[in-house]
């Protein structure tokens, strides 16, 4: 560790794309408020030379090694030399390939990147992808029966982002601002296969958003009535009151991040189904 503490070196070794490693890591790490992991990310990594050139930085900024390698000389490797200069290395699949093995009986195929295999699922991503980009912020509403997922809400409440996170998991979805004087889509109306989802924030986290957006902008003139304390409350209680109309699943997202809505979402989508099964 550093001196100071306020931060340590981090080594992601991946023979793949690393997404793995990024995510555990970053999920770990968040739980350190007082240090902060510089991110040293390696993917693709499948020969002996890629590694000589990942064990050279891990000497020059030696900290916390993780991998995802398959390759068991690479394994060996990148071990050895961790203990040679006494930092910490851990591979994140290997305990739970072992707990799979014992379980199941029989051995990995030893593929690399196998979960990236372009297969139904990977082609369904793809489409639904697709879909939620043609379908963004109201567009094409003719299409929304198609849709798994409808997300709706006024301004800067994350419809976009979550749609794209959502599709990326392979839920089509698309979604609908709601603005006050302005006629909802009478498709939205009349849904009936996709769940639609109403997200809401409170007006005080809306209007430092709207704020930030409009600094970002440079166009903090002529959009007093977007950050106006009355407008925004107007707008919040018009999406609330639609909401009740239409029973749409409401959901608050004032302290939620793109990932723990779509987590959300996901959930209610799942309830739902689950529902009309029995």
Known sequence: MPTDGSYFHLHLVSDSTGE??????RAVAAQYANVSPVEHVYPLVRSQKQLDRVLTEIEEAPGIVLFTLLEKDLVGRL???CEEINIPSLSIIGPVMQLFQAYLGSSTTGRVGAQHTLNAEYFKRI???NYSMIHDDGQHVEGLEDADVVLVGVSRTSKTPTSIYLANRGIRTANVPLVPGIAIPHQL???TKPLVVSL???PERLIQVRQNRLLSMGATVGNEDYIDRQSV????SFARRLSAKYGWALLEVTRRSIEETAAAVMKLLADRQRQRQE
Request: aromatic share 0%; hydrophobic share 40%; charged share 25%.
């Open 20 to 25: 793995t490693l990024i995510t555990v890591s």
């Open 79 to 81: 071990e050895a030399k």
């Open 127 to 129: 489409d639904a992808l």
């Open 189 to 191: 109306e009349t849904l």
């Open 200 to 202: 809401h924030a409170t």
């Open 233 to 236: 409350n107007d707008e919040v």
